[in-house]
């Protein structure tokens, strides 16, 4: 996979890719990832990449002008499955989406600032607009890269153990049950007794039941949309 991020703050979105998991996806070749910073595209020599919005309000907005030019190189290089726009006023991103992204071959995300973009960017180029949630960040870069790595770890052979990807919180709709480590008991704080059985008919039973409990309590909307 080929991720392209077009951004006005570089410095702001590397740093998740080049540890951990994301880096090592990127070391053994499952994924590159290319910044591209929208000054290199600006109209004049002092960088200018926004402009007052038509019709009066606070808050600048991105050209279209720098955007396409990007975008247009980015096109005439290779073909894009998908081209997304990080932005609070989009679909929330979810497991679902992740997965469908994960097995795609090429994708650009455009992160905003500001107010945003010009909606003729969004009108014209755009396939998919994400948001991360119901919240405004002062950008769409930890947006990008949050959504980066949630599709990243996704891509197959990423995780080492394939399993793990499968039994992430939301895969099967439901949130994850508690895990355990040694020492079996912590200042009286025990294991329950079922993870130390080696019944394993018994543990993915608990598991389930864990599982479900523990969404039932937290995020009951989770049940209801099925
Ligand atoms: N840009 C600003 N806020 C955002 C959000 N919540 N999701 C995606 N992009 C954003």
Redesign the pocket.
């Known amino acids: 996979m080929r991720i392209d991020i077009i951004t006005v703050s570089p410095e702001l979105i590397q740093s998740p890719f080049d540890h951990s998991i994301i880096k090592r996806a990127r070391d053994k070749g499952f994924v590159e990832v290319h910044f591209h910073n929208l000054r290199d595209y600006a109209l004049n020599n002092y960088g200018k990449i926004d402009d007052y919005q038509f019709g009066g309000g606070a808050g600048m907005v991105l050209m279209i002008e720098p955007i396409d030019a990007i975008i247009s190189k980015l096109k005439a290089e290779r073909e894009y499955d998908e081209i997304i ?4 006023d ?1 679909p ?2 979810t497991q679902q989406t992740a997965n469908t992204l994960s097995l795609k071959k090429n994708i650009m995300i455009l ?2 600032h500001y107010k ?1 973009v010009d909606q003729r960017v969004r009108d014209a180029y755009v396939t998919k607009e ?11 870069e ?3 890269a ?2 980066s790595d949630s599709i990243i770890r996704l891509i197959p052979g990423v995780l080492g153990d394939e399993t793990s990807a499968l039994t992430d919180s939301f895969q099967d709709g439901l949130l994850s049950p508690p895990v355990y480590t040694r020492p079996s008991e912590f200042n009286g704080m025990k294991v329950p007794e079922v993870l130390l059985s080696g019944n394993f008919p018994k543990i993915d039973e608990w598991r389930s039941e864990k599982a479900y409990e523990i969404t039932k309590r937290v995020r009951p909307d989770l049940l209801d949309e099925e």
Do not use: H, N
């Open positions: 726009y990080m932005t609070p989009a929330t991103l992160t905003g945003g994400i948001s991360i949630g119901d919240y405004v960040l002062s950008g769409g930890l947006a990008a949050v959504l």
